[in-house]
């Protein structure tokens, strides 16, 4: 099952905060944020595990609620290079298998 | 160190044809996963092997199918292609070890499939 991705979509000026929120209905393993630029392949930011670890980039901080399944991915201060399309990937049924949400546009502009 | 390479980037089939891609993931990683790219679904997971075995499977029809090679490349086949079928087909790899958890995918271009 994918998980649920919220906002679908957000616009932001140079500087601006933004909060890109991913939920399961299951119990997860491990929580993965991407980013794809228009015509590129996605490309990892970071991974959320249970027990707290996190492993990944170092200007884009997120979180992982265990208890309520849930991840959120925090953009500060942005900046014109976070624009892109986010995804958030959960590990829940089996190790292996990394499903998608639908994705949230962010478009910074200047 | 050379990225994950898919093959071919484009192609043009008809419906009812079949089509097999190409994809050879980054050296020493064992796992390569499939995923199906269209504008309203996002990310649709197709299925993943590890160590040539299909290890775990998304809810596509069994006109889908795979297998990877003891190289780890690995190919995926659609056959009697629809016209929903049309979308852009992602290859990503991993190291797939020891690790408690899937690592870092590393995301091929793509295979970008047009049916008519």
């Known amino acids: 099952q994918q998980p649920v991705q919220s906002p679908q979509a957000v616009i932001l000026r140079e500087g601006e905060d933004a909060v890109i929120n991913c939920s399961s209905s299951?119990?997860?393993?491990?929580v993965h944020w991407y980013r794809q630029k228009h015509g590129e392949a996605p490309v990892f930011l970071m991974i959320?595990?249970?027990?707290?670890e996190q492993k990944g980039h170092e200007k884009i901080s997120a979180s992982f609620n265990e208890k309520k399944q849930q991840s959120s991915l925090y953009l500060t201060a942005s900046q014109l290079s976070y624009s892109g399309t986010y995804f958030c990937g959960t590990e829940a049924d089996s190790w292996g298998k990394l499903q998608f949400g639908a994705g949230t546009q962010v478009v910074v502009t200047p | 160190k050379a990225g994950v390479t898919q093959t071919p980037r484009y192609l043009i089939k008809t419906r009812g044809q079949q089509v097999t891609l190409s994809c050879s993931p980054i050296?020493?990683?064992?796992?390569v996963s499939w995923y199906q790219q269209t504008p309203g679904q996002g990310l649709q997971f197709l299925f993943e092997?590890?160590?040539?075995?299909?290890?775990n499977k998304g809810n596509f029809p069994g006109r889908f199918s795979g297998r990877q090679f003891s190289n780890s490349r690995s190919e995926m086949n659609v056959s009697t292609l629809e016209l929903g079928d049309s979308a852009l087909y992602l290859c990503?790899?991993?190291?797939?070890?020891?690790?408690?958890?899937?690592?870092?995918?590393?995301f091929g271009e793509g295979s970008r499939l047009t049916v008519l």
């Open positions: 990503a790899s991993s190291l797939g070890t020891e690790l408690a958890y899937t690592g870092e995918l590393f």
């Open positions: 959320l595990l249970k027990g707290g």
């Open positions: 299951k119990a997860l393993y491990s």
């Open positions: 050296s020493g990683h064992r796992s």
């Open positions: 092997y590890f160590s040539e075995t299909q290890r």
